[in-house]
Nanobody
Framework: QVQLVESGGGLVQAGGSLRLSCVAS????????MGWYRQAPGKQRELVAV??????YYADSVKGRFTISRDNEKNTVYLQMNSLKPEDTGVYYC???????????????WGQGTQVTVSS
């Protein structure tokens, strides 16, 4: 079993910053990618950012404002969110593709989500 646990969400005014964290634990052999998705009320879940093999990808809506990073020793991914806008409001979910012990089979895991609310 593998668990992803997020933290760092909250309420912030427009223009402010938040830092999200997600820690992976359990039967991990290797972590192939880690990323963040978000879901606003009434909308589909969308990809925000992903990091894999040292390369990063960002949705156009967050480029230049959000930074994804990873601490391999801690099995942790971070999302630094600056210049937040009301449209960034939503539940943010951690996502990871993990090769599991003992056979290295890869599965996709999701965290429970953390609420980010940006007031105008």
């Amino acid at each position: 079993q593998v668990q992803l646990v997020e933290s760092g969400g909250g309420l912030v005014q427009a223009g402010g910053s938040l830092r999200l964290s997600c820690v992976a634990s359990g039967m991990i052999l290797d972590i192939n990618s880690m990323g963040w998705y978000r879901q606003a009320p009434g909308k589909q879940r969308e990809l925000v950012a992903v990091i894999s093999g040292g390369r990063t990808y960002y949705a156009d809506s967050v480029k230049g404002r959000f930074t994804i990073s990873r601490d391999n020793e801690k099995n942790t991914v971070y999302l630094q969110m600056n210049s937040l806008k009301p449209e960034d409001t939503g539940v943010y979910y951690c996502n990871s593709k993990i090769a599991t012990r003992p056979f290295g089979l890869e599965y996709t895991y999701w965290g429970q989500g953390t609420q980010v609310t940006v007031s105008s």
